[in-house]
Nanobody, 114 residues
Framework: VQLQAFGGGLVQAGGSLRLSCAAS????????MGWYRQAPGKQRELVAA???????NYADSVKGRFTIGRDNAKNTVYLQMNSLKPEDTAVYYC?????????WGQGTQVTVSS
């Protein structure tokens, strides 16, 4: 399984970004997918996740601002981020788990200026 994330960048507070993560392999549609982030000096944290059936969950800090979605035909998971805040600044990673093995994308930097 290979994951490739892209779409990060620099944005002003209040702005929006859309992250995408393309996954290789035919198992994508059967797997839950997640977006994590890691800010400097902090632990990696779950931002949002979506099951194969489309059930979603979000960290409290992003509820109402971020939306996770998936397109199984394109083997892609998305993270729409609105009303961005400086505290959203981090490297964002997509993730999936196959059995007991976690797979991570390479990370994409999101920087929100105040």
């Amino acid at each position: 399984v290979q994951l490739q994330a892209f779409g990060g960048g620099l944005v002003q507070a209040g702005g929006s970004l859309r992250l995408s993560c393309a996954a290789s392999g035919s198992i994508f549609r059967f797997n839950a997918m997640g977006w994590y982030r890691q800010a400097p000096g902090k632990q990696r944290e779950l931002v949002a996740a979506i099951t194969s059936g489309g059930t979603t969950n979000y960290a409290d800090s992003v509820k109402g601002r971020f939306t996770i979605g998936r397109d199984n035909a394109k083997n892609t998971v998305y993270l729409q981020m609105n009303s961005l805040k400086p505290e959203d600044t981090a490297v964002y990673y997509c993730n999936t788990r196959v059995g007991i093995q976690d797979y991570w994308g390479q990370g994409t930097q999101v920087t929100v200026s105040s």
